[in-house]
């Protein structure tokens, strides 16, 4: 049997919207789709406005941008997450500065944040990884304390709450993406929600080239076409509308693996609930205890048997596209103060659980799993 680490499934109102679009020929940005979608995801999530854009890395680019934050300043963020985080912060002429993660949640552990606050900083942009929210109450109160905005990235937690509140509600400017393995797709596809008029604007204004809001055609700066299409939107509108169920597919998926898994002992398997939150499994991440035995070993013997896995992010602090960029001091570069990315990174990968794995297919993967490692 083959298993793929992840299928999408579209069970709803895709077709006929996609239809809609072709028929009506509104297939650009400029349909009804886009702002349905965007309205959709604003009300969903608990923040005023939407602006959709072409994926999650260009949100979050974008959504930097709108916080207009003076070049140089410095930007906390965590180092084991995807480089699109990084990106944004450095192409807005801003520092990224690392923390390290949390070994049980794999969440940036926030504990760390204070001692990295400088008077340089002005922001601290969180990702809640894989299925479990940041403790975001630690955030937002030295947040409060030391006035600095506060960044989501949301890509892989729609739908997930913290202590009852939607993620993606709480930072002043959140990024969601619709890649097809998250909870609601649409080929390639983003989302800036903020509450702040200001923000929203300038959101608005550098995905779209920067376009005078009175004269078309004036550029006060250089921006780009980040926009996304109505059919894109189309497809993500019809997904919102199955997101609960998405939602609760995904806590199925990860509580059966969970009760399955958790006898093998090779295994630190996801953390399922803390005082603030359930986990919604994004993705089931296993991290090897044994540090004799890498990833890699794991998942080349999943894959003889037809098994989709992945590896785990790549911790910043070691990427050649940042240490090129030279922006980063010595110190937040220092390989010493990442054991736990560096360990995670190394030893931790996903297996199949994307909306469309089906029972016997998880049945599968259990059991070859326990077959190997029990
Ligand atoms: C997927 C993802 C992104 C990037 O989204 P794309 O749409 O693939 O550009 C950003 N941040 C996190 C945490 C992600 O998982």
Redesign the pocket.
Known sequence: MNVAVNTPIFNGNEKKYLMDCIDSGWISSAGRYIGEFEKGMANFVGQKYGVAVS??????EDAMIALNLEKGAEVILPDF??I??VQAIVKAGLVPVMIDCDRKTWNMDVSRIEAKISSKTKAIMV???YGLPVDMDSVLSLAWKYHLLVIE?V??AHGLTYKGRMCGSMGDIS?F???P??HIVCG???MILTSSESFYQRARRAMNLFFDAERKYIHSEFGDNHRMTNMQAAIGLAQLEQIERAVVKKREIGRRYQEELRGIDVFQLPVERTEYADNIY?VFGMVIKDSNLIADDVMKKLGEYGIGTRHFFYPMHKQPALIKANVCDELTLADEQYPNANYISEHGFYIPSGLGLKYEEQTYVIETIKKLYR
Not at 55 to 60: E, Q
């Open positions: 994926n999650g890395t260009v949100a979050l997450t995807i699109s985080c990702v809640h990884v990235d890509a892989e990024a993406s619709f890649f393995n998250k390639e596809g983003g994004w």
